[in-house]
């Protein structure tokens, strides 16, 4: 299996986290890590084009993307979230591929922050796991 994980830089604390769980993760199940493939955006809105490209050139079995939007006191927090959750949906549909929705959208730092290593843990994690069966689920109608 090959993973694909663009993660974005806006917010690194908390993504990089969210990253290191994912390849840990990827790696404990068995994956090597030359199957995992990791590439940078800068934000969270330029995620779905960073999954449409690893989509494209690097025929992952799943590509996850992790990103971090913090809700701020303009609707800005709304827009991104809405245009990442419909753009990685579109990803996916396109592609016919899992791209798995790992973006953290909290009302603060510390809830992020929960929620990439805390007491929440990492959702990284959770990522890395629905794209592990995301890519089951899709083997197993390749082969019938």
Known sequence: MKVAIVVSEWNSDI???LRDGAVQTLLQHGMQGKDIIVRYVPGSFELTYGAQVMAE???ADAVICLGCVIRGETPHFDYIC???????TEVSVRYRLPVIFGVLTTLSKEQALERSG???GNKGVEAAVTAIK???????????
Do not use: D
């Not at 089951?136 to 082969?143: R, S, V, Y």
């Open 57 to 59: 050139h690097i025929h």
């Open 82 to 88: 809405q245009a990442v959750a419909t753009g990685i």
């Open 118 to 120: 805390g007491r929440h």
């Open 134 to 144: 995301m890519a089951a689920f899709k083997h197993e109608f390749l082969n019938i």
């Open 15 to 17: 993504t990089f986290a």
